[in-house]
């Protein structure tokens, strides 16, 4: 079955046109590296701990990994199986289940030390994955289902889905592995991380600067760069921290 489903999309458009989960992930993280830079952005962070976080801006959409998600793009769908993404990704942050996500419960130990510790990395993540109107909070996971939405995660195209998405990251943010100051366990900076990946994500959902379709040397850091400008000529800017 796995061989005949798509590799996972990140954005459709109705005229057909889509683009790779991973191509949308790596937008995103491209133009939030160039806002990191800004003002009101995180200037007085080291470029490790700026790489760190940008690489967490990779993982925003995880979420859309699962086959709950990926399903609306089929051509045979179940519509009452078709799901959401930003609650759908909860038990990869808020739930021991994560530890039976082989490849994402690996990528975990292997980041843990970029925050103060797991915990401080993963409150950052939940931070990445709040970026849209809805805050991922402990709460909110009791009240949706959890055994649901773990079980979203249970289906062999989720775990095909997530590992092509953890190899890409590893390989694009292979510098961010090294020996560098944890970040701040602070809500402010968390607060700022999540508000720049929203405007991140808005950003490189502009067709105008990222189009969909296929990608053949793509000059994705020409278009981060235009993302930026964009950005400093529309949004005011954000208080230092």
Known sequence: MLDTLPRPFGKFSPNG??????????????????????PSGFPHFS?????????????HDVGKCQFGY???????????????HIW??????????????????????????????????LRYLVAALSYSETRLTPAGYL???????????RNPVSHENLAESIGVFRKTFSGAFGEAAGLPDFDAHRERFRLLVGVADTLASRE???????RRDFPR???AV????????????LPPL
């Open 143 to 153: 009240a949706h289902s959890p055994n649901h939405l773990c079980g979203l995660w």
């Open 226 to 237: 235009a993302a930026r400008e964009h950005f400093l000529r529309e949004y005011p800017e």
């Open 17 to 38: 046109a889509h683009l790779l989960l991973t191509e949308h992930a790596l937008d995103t993280a491209a133009v939030f590296i160039q806002l990191s830079r800004t």
């Open 70 to 84: 990926q399903s609306r793009y089929w051509p045979d769908a179940d519509a009452e199986a078709v799901t959401g």
């Open 47 to 59: 470029d490790a701990q700026r790489l760190r976080l940008t690489a967490l801006s990779y993982l």
């Open 208 to 214: 105008t600067l990222f189009p969909l379709g296929e």
């Open 221 to 223: 850091k020409d278009a």
């Open 88 to 121: 759908e990704a909860a038990p990869l942050v808020l739930d021991a289940a994560a530890q039976a996500i082989p490849d994402w419960w690996v990528l975990l130990q292997d980041i843990a030390q970029w925050g103060t510790d797991l915990d401080g990395t």
